[in-house]
């Protein structure tokens, strides 16, 4: 099925050329089939300067990649014996005999550059020609294996023959949001995105996307002629953004609640402790996802059963028979237990009902507690979530650290 | 960036309409810009009967998909009062008052029908018409909103008006491997693979797809006109690879180790219970994410620091002194701990080097061990895992999850 993967390669490739100048204007997926794969190449030659295929290069009968650029482009294909010793030779290293298969892999086509795969047997090829409309104007057309392991240090190893076609000089940043409504987001900032940023050579642009976790990226673009004047604009944007949204903002670029929470720990040289009951873990998964996080994580308790909250964690049995599971008392002293069993400077709970089934009128699904244990403050927040019971859990996960992270911050303003 | 985030409707829209017999022949993803909107829908429109776009019909001025269809189609768009009236609604329900910039979404092409949008401001717009081009064809282009939660429901609305669109009938199955290697799975189903399934009346097609965690993908698609024919075919193309991978197979479709695993305990009627270290909660967040896991699954022990290891796990000290806190012997106490805290019938450890750093010459970064005990075993995996931090974290939970699947599915095998 053409359709069975979500084209991750484009995201990957769209960045590093976002990075040199070079914008994508369209991005293809197509199957296995010749002709459709020769309508987008012609097309694609066409309208472009830059093509940049990936995949379609492997050793079977469905790898048309190569042929059909040849079909486009009038080179013919050659085996090329450099590159059927080196396809020899990744599989004599495996202590394997190639299969005869991977003989097409040899197939160059006539002119083109080979680029070498240090993690695969595909080798990619490039071909540069003169664009037959302009006279002083290349096309370029790049042909790389569709593993991103394998597609990214080409892509890396061609960068110096896509700087020619760098257009405008273009920045831009993403700030991460959580804790505030998109449309809150966008009331709050509309002075800023509406305030005409004229530049004496540039432009601005704005994009604000919120996902179903609850985390919200705040996009600009800056784009011109001028770079001091593109890092200044982009000072000042960043800043009032920051300055307007507050501790809203959790990072930069590709920062998570987990990092962001993770750098405060480590900064102020804190520890912490978990007890997750509907999040099972995910919290504890995410903290110690972070390099270094064995500095300020000591331990966590996922409790799933009421016996394991009270023998481990040492709740009460009493209040979980008087208030529940679900509920401020038990997320109190969830997070008091696991405080004083391990001794970390800050502790926290989350308890809930992530569904789909054992909800009740008075206990719906989505209800989360989550508590917050320090010397300085016993806090528990109640929520009441939607979604799926992998929204909820998710969002449960992302609140508490939003609520860790926020305190860190600014201990006393809470 | 037009780059900024993988197409996951493309896969959830090219899922749908295999299943109702019709194949997608091109994903395009295309900026904001008008000039290329219209070049795609044109290009689209000469190529295909069917034409599904998402996103592009939001308030801003930068959806501009209704604008780009009327354009290519030649028709007008005008205000639809009735859906004005249905977008105010939506914003009343919110008590809100409906922004100005709204109205837009209320612009309906000429002679188009409107998709109800029970979860967002922005309607559907579906168009049919006569194909110039043959007397009794007709042409479909449907316009969805973006978001997964407000496009989906849409496809399933219009799915009768693509009915008649349907070409032959096909269906498809994905086994789920893990435990071997991509190209061992190749050479065993060879045989399979290469016998020409000559059917009466159809074809068959396989694929094959390894991720980077471990598991893999075996695909077939069986296509005709005969369903009996394709069921038959599908069956046996099943049991003849299930009959050479055996408990490779863990499951069909979107199964995953989890789920597998979960089904077990259940039927069993046993319970679980995880003491883990490098992996840091992943199993339990893992094992909790599946609904009705509270019957089987008692509770996880995160233990980052060596003091929870001996506290909550009652590990001896001395073990760790003498053998370190990723080795064999520490393993099999963590295990050991855990199962006698909680009582549980099955109970399984995971110590490992996760990086980037920590790794020595004797222990490198991707050490594992994984311990798994019960009433009637006792056993410690060693590993060597590759890959980033995220890499050796995932590939020890899911090979953790494979062991207690396979010693759950053939106790005394292991």
């Known amino acids: 099925l053409l359709t069975d993967k979500v084209n991750s390669n484009s995201v990957l490739i769209g960045e590093h050329l976002f ?12 199957g296995d089939s010749l002709p459709e794969m020769t309508a987008v190449f012609s097309d694609a030659l066409n309208r472009s300067d830059i093509i940049i295929s990936t995949g379609g290069l492997g050793p079977t009968f469905d790898d048309l990649t190569r042929q059909a650029v040849s079909q486009v482009t009038g080179r013919a294909l050659k085996e090329d014996t450099v590159v059927l010793e080196t396809i020899r030779g990744f599989f004599a290293r495996r202590k394997a005999a190639m299969p005869e298969n991977n003989r097409l892999q040899a197939q ?19 071909l540069e020609f003169p664009d037959s409309k302009h006279d002083n104007k290349k096309k370029l057309v790049a042909l790389l294996p569709g593993p991103p392991r394998e597609m990214l240090p080409m892509l890396e190893a061609i960068a110096g023959r896509l700087k020619p076609f760098s257009g405008i000089l273009q920045k831009r940043f993403v700030l991460r949001i959580t804790g ?73 670029g590709r920062q998570t609640l987990e990092g962001a929470v993770g750098e405060l720990l ?8 978990l007890a997750e009951s509907c999040t099972g873990g995910m919290v504890a998964a995410r903290i110690t996802n972070q390099p270094g996080s064995s500095a300020y994580f000591l331990e966590g308790i996922v409790t799933y059963s009421n016996t394991a909250k009270e023998r481990l964690l040492k709740v009460n049995p009493e209040t979980i028979l ?33 569904g789909p089934g054992g909800g009740t009128a008075e206990k719906p699904v989505g209800l989360v507690y989550i508590g917050l244990v320090s010397p300085a403050i016993k806090e528990v927040f109640k929520y009441q979530f939607s979604g799926t019971r992998g929204d909820i859990r ?9 609520i860790l992270r926020r305190y860190l911050l600014n201990p006393k303003g809470r």
Chains 1, 2 share one sequence.
């Open 180 to 252: 505030i409504g998109e449309s809150l987001v966008e009331e709050k900032l509309r002075p800023v995105l509406e305030a005409e940023r004229k530049l004496e050579s540039g432009v601005v642009n704005f994009g604000i996307v919120a996902s179903h976790d609850m985390i919200i990226d705040m996009k600009a673009t800056v784009s011109g002629t001028d770079e001091m004047e593109i890092d200044e604009t982009i000072k000042n944007i960043k800043k009032e953004f920051r300055d307007i949204l507050g501790d809203h903002v959790f990072g930069e």
């Open 266 to 273: 480590s900064h102020k040289k804190q520890t912490l402790a």
């Open 394 to 402: 998710t969002r449960a996960a992302n609140t508490a650290l939003d």
């Open 19 to 30: 990075a040199m100048g070079i914008n994508v204007s369209r991005v293809t997926t197509v």
């Open 322 to 354: 008087a208030h529940g599971a679900v509920s401020q008392q038990t997320a109190v002293e969830m997070a008091e237990g696991v405080r004083s069993i391990s001794g970390a400077d800050y502790a926290m709970s989350i308890t809930g009902i992530a």
């Open 108 to 126: 160059v086509l006539e002119g083109a550059e080979v680029l070498n795969n240090p993690n695969g047997t595909a080798p990619g090829q490039l």
